[in-house]
Nanobody, 126 residues
Framework: QVQLVESGGGLVQPGGSLRLSCTTS???????IAWFRQAPGKEREGISG????????YYADSVKGRFTISRDNAENTVYLQMNSLKPEDTAVYYC????????????????????WGQGTQVTVSS
């Protein structure tokens, strides 16, 4: 059974940091793992992704330079380190997985991802 479990969300002040974890029930070979977020009243958007085989990464312009995605294949876990958080980063954050047998990674589109976690709330507020 394919499962993804997010953790690490919470309440943080502007300028603060959080690290989200996405632990999977499967080995990370040949997958694209992406982080999406959805704020109230907005579409779910893909903000970062990683190819677990070659380590290629993607970042949306809105998070580039502030967020870092990484993976620990031995722990079947993908991380999203979020620094310099802003109120507009407030959203439910989801990780998602798609089988990917070729290298590289592009913009994550939600329809391309088959497996989803339950989401974790991130609130940036003073």
């Amino acid at each position: 059974q394919v499962q993804l479990v997010e953790s690490g969300g919470g309440l943080v002040q502007p300028g603060g940091s959080l690290r989200l974890s996405c632990t999977t029930s499967f080995t990370l070979d040949y997958y694209a793992i992406a982080w999406f977020r959805q704020a109230p009243g907005k579409e779910r958007e893909g903000i970062s992704g990683i190819n677990t085989s070659d380590g290629s990464t993607y970042y949306a312009d809105s998070v580039k330079g502030r967020f870092t995605i990484s993976r620990d294949n031995a722990e079947n876990t993908v991380y999203l380190q979020m620094n310099s958080l802003k109120p507009e980063d407030t959203a439910v954050y989801y990780c998602a997985a798609a089988i990917r047998v070729i290298g590289g990674i592009g913009t994550p589109y939600k329809d391309e991802y088959n497996y989803w976690g339950q989401g974790t709330q991130v609130t940036v507020s003073s």
